[in-house]
């Protein structure tokens, strides 16, 4: 139990589907993180929060929408997603973004698009 | 480009040593993590190097060289349950990590 967790743990949709995963941290942190893992990949980072604001979106398709509503919260907005964004999911947090802390990773949301 | 190059697989005896290296190329250098991650659960923190050589915790150390741009994990009378995979990260020159692909360590009996 690493102080994150994330909900669905498995998913499963359609390309014209829209779903939601949630991330909620428990560790006081202020930056929260989401992550893309594919198969013999390294991992792809997607956003950056820090203090609610977004401070990164590394070229992410707009299919994908992120949301920081508190600085405990993080959700990731699917919608019309590709059968390529089938991945593990992580939501990850730490102390603060581009600082030298440590990232604490949550268990992942296994998505497949079907 | 950045680049973080870390065997694919590796195989193990259980009681037995193993070492997984991983060499790293990025837009500067401020630290090195080690992280653990069993199949379908979160990567956890392991260890992080930010000074040249050894660091040392229980049956895991993890090594820096920085002029070298390398780093090894060993562990030591490993066990079964270190089965996973064990992912390198460099943080660089603007505090983003890059991430190796992973190495998926076997242990068997």
Known sequence: ?114 | GQNIDQPTEMTATEGAIVQINCTYQTSGFNGLFWYQQHAGEAPTFLSYNVLDGLEEKGRFSSFLSRSKGYSYLLLKELQMKDSASYLCAVRDSNYQLIWGAGTKLIIKP
């Open chain 1, 1 to 114: 139990e690493t102080g994150v967790t994330q909900t669905p743990r498995h998913l499963v949709m359609g390309m014209t589907n829209k779903k939601s995963l949630k991330c909620e941290q428990h560790l006081g942190h202020n930056a929260m993180y989401w992550y893309k893992q594919s198969a013999k990949k390294p991992l792809e980072l997607m956003f950056v929060y820090n203090f609610k604001e977004q401070t990164e979106n590394n070229s992410v398709p707009s299919r994908f929408s992120p949301e920081c509503p508190n600085s405990s919260h993080l959700f990731l907005h699917l919608h019309t997603l590709q059968p390529e964004d089938s991945a593990l999911y992580l939501c990850a947090s730490s102390q603060r973004a581009g600082e030298a802390d440590t990232q604490y990773f949550g268990p992942g949301t296994r998505l497949t698009v079907l």
